[in-house]
């Protein structure tokens, strides 16, 4: 499971026994005492979006409520759009355009 670590604001990314390989972890790994304790934080590489309009990209690690998220949201360009909105359309049972 990966996790980040905020040290000095730098955000580290990284699997929880390679960030902490002399600490001991139950099963289930480190816990919310742990992550407090340690400026630990969850990782996640989905966002909310609108995939007709929108699209998941890569990015640097950045803290926002409360998550280390890897990824941004950003409008698709237009010629992807339509194609993906007809997709969209005949997914929902509309008519084919």
């Known amino acids: 499971m990966n996790i980040a670590k905020i040290d000095n604001g730098n955000?580290?990314?990284?699997?929880?026994r390679d960030l902490f390989?002399?600490?001991s972890f139950s099963a289930d790994g480190p816990n919310a005492e742990f992550f407090a304790e340690h400026g630990c934080y969850t990782v996640t590489?989905?966002?909310s979006h609108d995939s007709a309009s929108?699209?998941?990209v890569n990015c640097e690690p950045y803290l926002e409520d409360g998550v280390v998220?890897?990824?941004?949201?950003d409008v698709r360009p237009p010629q992807v759009q339509a194609p993906i909105e007809i997709i969209v359309a005949s997914d929902n049972g509309a008519d084919t355009i």
């Open 11 to 16: 955000i580290t990314v990284g699997h929880y």
């Open 21 to 23: 390989p002399t600490t």
């Open 45 to 47: 590489a989905f966002k």
């Open 54 to 56: 929108q699209m998941l």
């Open 69 to 73: 998220y890897t990824v941004r949201v």
